[in-house]
């Protein structure tokens, strides 16, 4: 009940395309499910994040989209470029812990 | 706002050394401050919360006596590797907690 599961595990787009990644989870009582980015060698940057009480967030060109029935949460990338080539990560918590549970990644790499 | 830097960004030790890893939150306080180890091409796996004043609580696995965690202070938090041995070397992660959580760049640890 723990797990977030995220899939794909690599995904390769072409420069300007849309980049989805998508990720499920158990617990409904998680109520915060942040985006991380992470590049080699360094530590996971906030993206963006959505709380379960909209369905949609969007942050310049990433978008977060919340089905709470499905218990599923995905990131779009628009107009993917190859500085995006990175590793991100999916994550759920609890507000009142924010311990959190964080997917297995996706290493996304964009073709120029 | 909201930086968290650690030091030293890499480390090379002899096995059977200690090493400490510094975190610290530049601009805000943190109550709680996080732990995480990272294999190559794996996602985060926490090891223990850190409160301010008070012990660690450790995951599951994670041995209190090999992995000794002190968060002397509102901005800082420390993760010492005792005897460190070859099987420790990896990617060591912290964060700080504030609204969410916000992530050092990382320290790798080579234990030769």
């Known amino acids: 009940q723990q797990q977030v599961k995220q899939s794909p595990q690599s995904l390769i787009v072409q420069k300007g395309g849309i980049s989805i990644i998508n990720c499920a989870y158990e617990n409904t009582a998680f109520d915060y499910f942040p985006w991380y980015q992470q590049f080699p060698g360094k530590g996971p940057a906030l993206l963006i994040a959505i709380r379960p009480d909209v369905s949609e967030k969007k942050e310049g060109r990433f978008t977060i989209s919340f089905n709470k029935s499905a218990k599923q949460f995905s990131l779009h990338i628009m107009d993917s470029q190859p500085g995006d080539s990175a590793t991100y990560f999916c994550a759920a918590t609890f507000s009142g812990t924010y311990k959190y549970i964080f997917g297995t990644g996706t290493r996304l790499k964009v073709l120029a | 706002g909201a930086v968290v830097s650690q030091h030293p960004s890499r480390v090379i030790c002899k096995s059977g050394t200690s090493v400490k890893i510094e975190c610290r939150s530049l601009?805000?306080?943190?109550?709680?401050m996080f732990w995480y180890r990272q294999f190559p091409k794996q996602s985060l796996m926490l090891m223990a919360t850190?409160?301010?004043?008070?012990?660690?609580?450790?995951e599951q696995g994670v041995e209190k006596d090999k992995f000794l965690i002190n968060h002397a202070s509102l901005t800082l938090s420390t993760l010492t590797v005792t005897s460190a041995h070859p099987e420790d070397s990896s990617f060591y992660i912290c964060s700080a907690l504030l609204s969410e959580q916000f992530f050092g760049p990382g320290t790798r640890l080579t234990v030769l």
């Open positions: 850190s409160n301010e004043g008070s012990k660690a609580t450790y």
């Open positions: 601009d805000f306080q943190a109550t709680t």
